[in-house]
């Protein structure tokens, strides 16, 4: 009886270490305000958006678009941040992963067809890592993203931001691992460039599961207002 105790004390002890309030104090204060029902953010006045964002170029050359290079080295990029990825007007940003490629994120992160029917050919992801969706806020001319990562029993946040160079291609500024404690953040800037691919049809902005999550909306009232409107869609 007493080691299933013990063995009960220290799995509970484990269990909690790991399952850490999320998203503290301090991860709020850096968030973007957080998904809001109605919302029409007007992004599609400054980048084209039907369609999704692919990295630019997947050789070893420099290849210069409106007046910055990218340089990628092929391969699986070091960076989640480098998975194509979709913007739409009501503020949801999301990872893709293509059903042609499986779970190959190299290819994933290079795949490039236009005018497909992306609701039928990819998958909106944020339950595995490296896959992440979330919210984002214009300021003038740079898009900031608040994204998460579920891992194992961990939930991370992690930021992201886009310097829009004209309606066709983004630039990524930087990509900020938040840990918790302010000095142990980890910033990674790469100089990475995003083209934007047309596609026929979108996935619902609804699918991304990271909309399902209370603490990643501004108000309790738009979590319920989503929810409604899910059901509703359901039973049609």
Same mark, same amino acid.
């Given at each position: ?81 480098? @998975? ?27 795949? #490039? ?54 309606? @066709?291609?983004? !630039?990524? !500024? ?32 609804? !699918?991304?599961?990271?909309? #399902? ?24």
């Amino acid at each position: 009886m007493k080691k299933y105790i013990l063995a009960t004390i220290i799995g509970t002890v484990t269990l909690t270490s790991c399952l850490s309030f999320f998203p503290d104090r301090y991860e709020k204060t850096l968030v973007y305000n957080g998904f809001r029902a109605n919302t029409n953010t007007g992004i599609g006045t400054k980048v084209n958006i039907k369609g999704y964002y692919s990295l630019a170029n997947d050789s070893t050359k420099s290849a210069p678009v409106g007046g910055y290079s990218v340089i990628s080295n092929g391969g699986m990029s070091t960076l989640a941040g480098y @998975n194509p990825f979709i913007l739409y007007e009501d503020g949801t940003y999301g990872n893709i992963l293509f059903n042609a490629v499986e779970k190959d994120f190299s290819a994933n992160e290079h795949y #490039k067809r236009a005018n497909m029917e992306l609701d039928k050919e990819c998958t909106p992801l944020n339950n595995i890592y490296l896959m992440r969706s979330g919210y984002y806020k214009l300021k003038e001319d740079t898009i900031c993203v608040t994204t998460y990562i579920f891992y194992m029993l961990r939930t991370e946040l992690v930021l992201l931001r886009y310097k829009i160079i004209d309606r @066709n291609h983004l !630039l990524l !500024l930087d990509e900020t691992y938040i840990s918790g404690n302010e000095n142990e953040n980890d910033t990674c800037v790469r100089n990475r460039i995003f083209e934007f691919i047309p596609a026929k049809t979108l996935p619902s902005s609804s !699918l991304f599961p990271i909309k #399902k999550k209370r603490w990643a909306w501004a108000s309790k009232k738009d979590w319920k207002q989503f929810k409604h409107s899910i059901a509703r869609t359901s039973k049609k």
